[in-house]
Structures are given as structure tokens and as C-alpha cells.
């Protein structure tokens, strides 16, 4: 009597069709997981330069509340708004904001940079007491790091501000108040150089295509954020 035997394995082609099989679903999983992973960072990187740019809206806008009209000709005698290729200087009576853009910082040009005068730390944007505006009178003034604020840390996301920029005249005023409106807008994202691109985009300053080298879509984000701030009630 003949006897079938139940109990035989899979042949070459099946064993070698459910591999391919496994190695298509983990292939699938890893790439969807790789894909949460890079929404998930990015989501991360957003919070995190909304925040910032949130945080320095909100302190201009209080700053200027408090703060008597302020001359804003760029070069002008007397002028509380230095522009520099490098950076800035906003002195808006009780206080003085000082900044540094990004690319100077990875440049790191002391000869240029807004420094401070006892701390190898680079400014990013900072507040500083400054009753006599003498930051904007004498352009080069170090900062002493135990009076500054610093509003922009790098955090994880190595955060810089890349463009600021005020009307270099109010937009509306009332001689009688004192009080006039000022438009104020400025750029805030990462600072990881490589992926980022100057000379178009927002600021000047855009993150590289997906398709370019050095790109990092996960954790390259630029945002522009605008203010208009009432000056005080009195003319200085």
C-alpha cells in the first residue's frame, strides 16, 4: 500500500515569493515610518520658528506702546535704526534691539558682527537697557552680556533671524498726539547654511528644493512675520 505523505514544505518559489513579499512590506513599513518621522520633525521646526517670530512681534509691539515717535531715516542724523549688511540696531529709548543675521554668524566676521564686549557668545537678537540710545550714536558699542536679553536663541533648531526691516517713514501719524504707526517686518527661520539659498524667496533667503543638494525639508523652515506698532503719546 502506497503512502501519501502529508507533511511536505514549500517549494523554492513559494519560499522565494513570500520574501519578496516581506521584503515589500518592510520596505513600505520603513519608508512610512521615515515619512511620520520627517512630517513629525517638521511639524517640530514650525512650532518652533512661529514661536520665536510670535514672541519678538509681541515684543517690538510693547516696546513701541511705551516708546515716544523715533526717527527712522536710515543714515540720518540722529537716526534710531542702523541697517548693516551684517546686522542691525532699533533704540527706541528705554531699550535697544541689536541683531545679527544668520549669515554673518556662521561667518563670523568680528570686525563686522555686533559683538558683546566680555562673552565669545554670538548675538542673535537681543534687548538691552539703553535710556540715551547709545547703542545707535556709537554704531560700534560692544554689549556687556549681563545687561542683554537674548530673545532668539539657537535652540535646537539653531534659529536666526535673516531680515528686518522698518518704513523708513511712519505710515501714519497725528503731530498733535505724538502718536504715529510703524510697519516692521521681519525674517525668522533655521540657520543651517547648506540648505539654505540667498538672493530669492522670502528676505532674500528661501530653503533649497527637495531636489537640490544640501536640502533638508525636514528641518529647513523660513517665515516672514509683520508688525504695526503705535508709538506713544509724546514727540521726542
Not at 515569493?17 to 519608508?31: E, G, Q, T, W
Not at 538691552?128 to 533648531?157: P, Q
Request: hydrophobic share 40%; charged share 15%; glycine share 10%.
Amino acid at each position: 500500500m502506497n503512502h501519501v505523505d502529508k507533511h511536505q514544505g514549500f517549494t523554492l518559489i513559494e519560499l522565494m515569493l513570500s520574501m519578496a513579499f516581506l521584503s515589500v512590506l518592510l520596505i513600505a513599513i520603513a519608508m512610512t515610518v521615515i515619512q511620520i518621522g520627517s512630517i513629525y520633525n517638521r511639524g517640530l521646526t514650525l512650532k518652533d520658528v512661529n514661536q520665536a517670530g510670535g514672541a519678538l512681534a509681541s515684543e517690538l509691539q510693547r516696546t513701541i506702546a511705551n516708546s515716544s515717535s523715533f526717527d527712522v531715516t536710515v543714515g540720518g542724523i540722529g537716526s534710531q535704526y542702523i541697517v548693516q549688511d551684517w546686522g542691525g540696531r532699533l533704540c527706541l529709548g528705554q531699550y535697544s534691539y541689536i541683531w545679527n543675521y544668520g549669515k554673518a554668524i556662521q561667518i563670523g566676521d568680528e570686525a563686522r558682527l555686533n559683538l558683546y564686549s566680555n562673552s565669545d557668545n554670538r548675538i542673535r537678537f537681543i534687548k538691552v537697557a539703553d535710556s540715551n540710545s547709545i547703542y545707535c550714536t556709537e554704531t560700534a558699542k560692544k554689549v556687556d552680556i549681563n545687561n542683554a536679553v537674548e530673545l532668539l536663541g539657537a535652540g535646537e533648531h539653531d534659529l536666526a533671524i535673516h531680515d528686518f526691516k522698518i518704513n523708513t517713514e511712519p505710515t501714519a501719524g497725528d503731530n498733535k498726539t505724538g502718536q504715529y504707526l510703524y510697519s516692521l517686518s521681519f525674517v525668522v527661520g533655521t540657520n543651517e547654511q547648506n540648505a539654505l539659498n540667498y538672493g530669492a524667496g522670502i528676505g532674500n533667503v528661501a530653503c533649497k528644493p527637495p531636489s537640490e543638494e544640501g536640502s533638508d525639508p525636514a528641518y529647513c523652515l523660513i517665515n516672514q512675520f509683520s508688525v504695526v506698532a503705535r508709538a506713544g503719546n509724546t514727540i521726542q
